[in-house]
Every structure is written in structure tokens, then in C-alpha cells.
């Protein structure tokens, strides 16, 4: 299956860095953060390319660095995005418009990892949303997890 995801995704549109996917249990759109290119990529079941709102590289509401890992909330439909190299979490509706962040760079309660100047990297890379639309994320470099 996985050979055949990368297929689906690779003949679609250039990916320049796949990090995670997401479907949207309602409308069948599949959602990829491509770390490479500091978007996300949204497609129908059929893959074809679908609009999702792209900002300029950065750390502004809505701008991702590096994005990893991603989900879709069933009841919504939103879309949540592991903004990696921003050490945080966006929310997105699913066209791609700007909700809400959560968490900095740091070591404290919703914080996720050191400075960059300290040479470490952890900010967080995976995300799953449960029927609840409660989130559990996970970061580097020991995979702690905790729920939001």
C-alpha cells in the first residue's frame, strides 16, 4: 500500500518532501505536508489537485516551516499541521484559512524544544485528532506524547 500511496501522490503534482497524510473521512480529500516545499498539499480521491490556501514560507499565523505531520478532525473537517520548524500546531479549515496556533519554541508547558541555537531539534512531527477532536501529539527526540 505504501508504494502505491507514493505513486498516487508523486504523478499527481511534485512533492519535493512527504512527511505525512491525512483523509478526510467525509469528503475522501487527502491532505500531505510536503516538508521540502513548506505547504500542504490537498487532493480528491481521484487525485486530483484541490485548492488549499498557501502563505509564503515563515512564522506568521498561517506560514509553515517545515511541516511533518497532519490530520483531519471527522466532525469539521479541519485540518491540523505539525509546523515543525516553527515548534507548534495550525489549525486550518479545509480550504486552507488560518484558525487558530498552539505552542512556541522552549522547554515549558506548550512549548516544544530547545532554542535552535542549542544544535537539538524536537519541535513536533506527528499529530492523530480522535472522534472527540481531541489531538495527541507527539515530538522529538524521546516521542513524548500528550493529549490537547
Known amino acids: 500500500m505504501h508504494q502505491a500511496m507514493s505513486t498516487f501522490v508523486t504523478t499527481a ?4 518532501g512527504p512527511m505525512g497524510i491525512a483523509v478526510d473521512a467525509k ?3 487527502v491532505y500531505v505536508s510536503d516538508y521540502g516545499a513548506n505547504r500542504i498539499q ?5 487525485g486530483s489537485v484541490l485548492p488549499f490556501k498557501r502563505l509564503p514560507t515563515g512564522a506568521g499565523d498561517g506560514q509553515l516551516r517545515q511541516p511533518a505531520g497532519v490530520a483531519v478532525d471527522a466532525i469539521t473537517g479541519n485540518v491540523y499541521v505539525c509546523d515543525q520548524g516553527n515548534h ?3 489549525k486550518f479549515d479545509s480550504n486552507g484559512i488560518f484558525i487558530k496556533t498552539w505552542g512556541t519554541e522552549g522547554s515549558r508547558n506548550s512549548e516544544f524544544g530547545p532554542p535552535l541555537s542549542s544544535g537539538k531539534y524536537n519541535g513536533p512531527f506527528g499529530i492523530t485528532v ?3 477532536v481531541r489531538a495527541r501529539l507527539e515530538w522529538l ?3 513524548q506524547a500528550m493529549f490537547m
Request: aromatic letters at 4%.
Open 141 to 143: 527526540p524521546m516521542h
Open 27 to 29: 469528503s475522501g480529500n
Open 42 to 46: 490537498k487532493f480528491n480521491s481521484n
Open 130 to 132: 480522535d472522534a472527540s
Open 13 to 16: 503534482i511534485t512533492v519535493a
Open 88 to 90: 507548534r500546531i495550525q
